[in-house]
């Protein structure tokens, strides 16, 4: 049987962890918690991919082949140049495969209440962690802690990539917010 790696390391009991190189943070620094938004995305990617229709499923393994590289990229050391870089091509990439699937999709014009097909509210749950992801970039850009402005722009369009893979696991199954009935005023007996 081949040697299995090493799952515990005792080396985060003392609340701080690595980042690649040489620098140990707190484990609750902010690139930490990016990168914890970042996986946390990367799972419930990987529950959907687990209940998706087959081009569905191939385009979230892409997704999260790349959530990869961007968790990389976050988490080296500034010492240290990144194995992994998103630049303007992989976000323009990232645009042309969006192009691609809006045309397999039909996006209503209103919101749309995510649960009609597992795997599309899955989607849809890892697009709002994207959109988390995204804040926290954004602040550790805004404080030096990340110097990529790229990643930006990448989370943005990745989120609306998620958004219509979502509409492209529902087929026509779409449950769209409406207005409700508008409540009475306690005050005054009327809407």
């Given amino acids: 049987m081949p040697r299995q790696p090493r799952v515990t390391t005792r080396t985060g009991d003392d609340g701080k962890t690595s ?51 961007v968790m990389a990229e976050v988490g080296t050391s500034p010492e240290r140049d990144p194995a992994f870089r998103v630049d303007a091509e992989k976000i323009a990439a990232l645009e042309d495969r969006i192009s691609a699937m809006k045309a397999k999709a039909t996006i209503p014009a209103r919101f749309v209440v995510p649960g009609d097909d597992a795997a599309a509210a899955a989607i849809d749950l890892g697009r709002t962690i994207v959109r988390r992801a995204e804040r926290g970039a954004a602040r550790l850009l805004d404080e030096g802690g990340l110097t990529n402005r790229e990643l930006l722009p990448y989370l943005n369009r990745l989120s609306d990539a998620l958004f219509v893979l979502a509409r492209v696991q529902e087929g026509t199954r779409k449950t769209v917010a409406t207005p409700g009935p508008r409540p009475r005023s306690a005050s005054r007996g009327r809407p």
């Fill in 19 to 69: 980042l690649y190189g040489k620098e140990r943070v707190p484990k609750y620094d902010e690139r930490i918690a990016l990168l914890g938004d970042l996986d946390e995305a990367q799972s419930a990617l990987g529950l959907a991919r687990a209940g998706a229709k087959r081009a569905v499923a191939a385009e979230l393994l892409a997704v999260q082949r790349e959530l990869y590289e």
